[in-house]
């Protein structure tokens, strides 16, 4: 895999959607009221939904179409599961959902190993 501009982007992108990701679980979690989700839990549902969204399309092309559909299904599981209970625990594993797929991207494309043409 040729690791341009735009991977590099991708990869910086994704690490700072799971870093919100992260910060916003640990927000709602220790009651830090802070702006936009408060200690609200479904407002931190969205968060994490958006964040979500945001991290599939960048890894997309990274981890492979069935390993996004598989993820996606169990997220937006999850995500219906929180904003519906408004309880912490699949709001937990939603958060986790993100951040396995962040690093499934990252596993695969440290171990890409890049393909070269065979020189006669």
Not at 102 to 107: C, R
């Amino acid at each position: 895999m040729k690791f341009g501009r735009r991977e590099v982007l991708e990869d910086i992108a994704a690490t700072v959607l799971m870093a919100g990701t992260v910060l916003g679980y640990a927000a709602t979690h220790e009651q830090w009221n802070v702006w936009l989700i408060g200690d609200s839990r479904r407002w931190t549902t969205g968060l994490l939904t958006l964040l979500a969204l945001g991290m599939f399309a960048l890894v997309a092309r990274h981890i492979g179409g069935t390993a996004v559909g598989v993820l996606g299904s169990i997220a937006v599981v999850l995500a219906v599961a929180a904003f519906w209970t408004a309880s912490l625990t699949p709001l937990s594993f939603l958060g986790v959902t993100i951040i396995v797929v962040w690093a499934l991207a990252v596993v695969r494309d440290v171990f890409a190993v890049p393909h070269r043409t065979a020189s006669i």
